[in-house]
T-cell receptor, first 113, second 112 residues
Framework: DGGITQSPKYLFRKEGQNVTLSCEQNLNHDAMYWYRQDPGQGLRLIYY???????QKGDIAEGYSVSREKKESFPLTVTSAQKNPTAFYLC????????????FGPGTRLTVL | QQQVKQSPQSLIVQKGGISIINCAYENTAFDYFPWYQQFPGKGPALLIA?????SEKKEGRFTISFNKSAKQFSLHIMDSQPGDSATYFC???????????FGKGTRLSVIA
């Protein structure tokens, strides 16, 4: 059963805590992406990685960190430096080859208490 | 600088009517234009996509119209149904693994 999995589906965090959101894909895609979506808002790019051990900042990288140690995994850490972390977080992946389709995971809803 | 402008922000259509969502882009290097559909609490899913070598692509009730000279493309949903109620995002991309550039989304409500 191929696809992108994100865990957990819901996450609650106290202010000042770091949390890590998981994203795993078994599509053998080279590129992976993290987006943030706020209510009624579009998709804002946080970080992306085109290949293992390499990643680039997106439009709103401040307060977030990522790693790409394995092709299938691209975890996102929301640090205490992120002032307003409550949002819906979406992970996506895409093949490096000729296919352009970007596939999204089911998302993680993070709420800061 | 927003590279893909999407309108309207929200849209209400009667059941059986035609829903039309428009997008305009600036970067002439874009060569792939997908539309995504997102239901509340779910991740976006690819609905239909077009490349600039054709002016129209149809899949079932969904059609993309593409105007290269005007740098515009639109999604038409024929015979709109309540189950089509969702948020729709247009996007644009040029070759490689650079991220898609998304419009800000259109919230479609189809009422009976």
């Amino acid at each position: 059963d191929g696809g992108i999995t994100q865990s957990p589906k819901y996450l609650f965090r106290k202010e000042g805590q770091n949390v890590t959101l998981s994203c795993e894909q078994n599509l053998n895609h080279d590129a992976m992406y993290w987006y943030r979506q706020d209510p009624g808002q579009g998709l804002r790019l946080i970080y992306y990685s085109q290949i293992v051990n390499d990643f680039q900042k997106g439009d709103i990288a401040e307060g977030y960190s990522v790693s790409r140690e394995k092709k299938e995994s691209f975890p996102l850490t929301v640090t205490s430096a992120q002032k307003n972390p409550t949002a819906f977080y979406l992970c996506a992946s895409k093949d490096r080859g000729t296919a352009d389709t970007q596939y999204f995971g089911p998302g993680t809803r993070l709420t800061v208490l | 600088q927003q590279q893909v402008k999407q309108s309207p922000q929200s849209l209400i259509v009667q059941k059986g009517g035609i829903s039309i969502i428009n997008c305009a882009y600036e970067n002439t290097a874009f060569d792939y234009f997908p539309w995504y559909q997102q239901f509340p609490g779910k991740g976006p899913a690819l609905l239909i996509a077009i490349r600039p070598d054709v002016s129209e692509k149809k899949e079932g009730r969904f059609t993309i119209s593409f105007n290269k000279s005007a740098k515009q493309f639109s999604l038409h949903i024929m015979d709109s149904q309540p189950g089509d109620s969702a948020t729709y995002f247009c996007a644009a991309h040029h070759s490689g693994n650079t991220p898609l550039v998304f419009g800000k989304g259109t919230r479609l409500s189809v009422i009976a």
